[in-house]
């Protein structure tokens, strides 16, 4: 990483730790935190009607590691066994993708649009949920920023 430049760098250890670039925001004009909250709320729990989680489990393959050569001072050689490992077991919610698409459909039928706006820097203070009223309006110099427990939303960029 020696030859990145420093911007790059910053970018790259962004990434890793909480992403770099834009993110998706809901936006309704003249619309308060707490009818979008609302609203979210309501998508969400019908793309969970509609799309319930159907966890899989599934299993990474078997992986061989071949034994090794390994020779003493005095020139004999002599083979280890090779030996399987078995693969990583995980699981997976194959409605998750569909049910994220449920919930953005139903904001779009709820007159919201989602819009891409870049991340605030690292150290934007949130806000807590009382202290919003109504939504940020879209502009050159807001960031969004997530709210505990709570969307995305806008703020001014610092």
């Known amino acids: 990483m020696a030859h ?18 834009p993110v998706a925001v809901y936006h309704k004009d003249r ?3 707490a009818t979008l909250e609302q609203d ?12 319930p989680v159907a966890n899989e489990i599934r299993q990474d393959p078997p992986v061989f590691h071949p034994g090794r050569r390994i020779c003493r001072k005095d020139g004999s050689c002599y083979h280890t066994g090779g030996f399987w490992r078995e ?15 449920l919930a953005q459909s139903c904001m ?24 919003l009223g109504r939504l940020v309006t879209p502009a050159s110099d807001t960031c969004a920023i997530s709210v505990k427990n ?5 703020r001014p960029a610092p």
């Open 40 to 51: 979210l709320l309501a998508c969400e729990v019908q793309a969970l009607r509609d799309a």
């Open 4 to 21: 990145l430049k420093p911007a790059s760098f910053l970018c790259l250890l962004t990434l890793v730790t909480v992403g770099c670039g």
């Open 108 to 131: 779009i039928r709820n007159d919201y649009t989602q819009i891409e706006a870049q991340r605030c820097p690292p150290g934007t203070v949130r806000p807590p949920k009382d202290a």
């Open 87 to 101: 693969g990583r077991i995980y699981t997976v919610d194959t409605n998750e993708g569909l049910r994220g698409r």
């Open 150 to 154: 709570g969307p995305r939303v806008l």
């Open 31 to 33: 619309t308060s935190f």
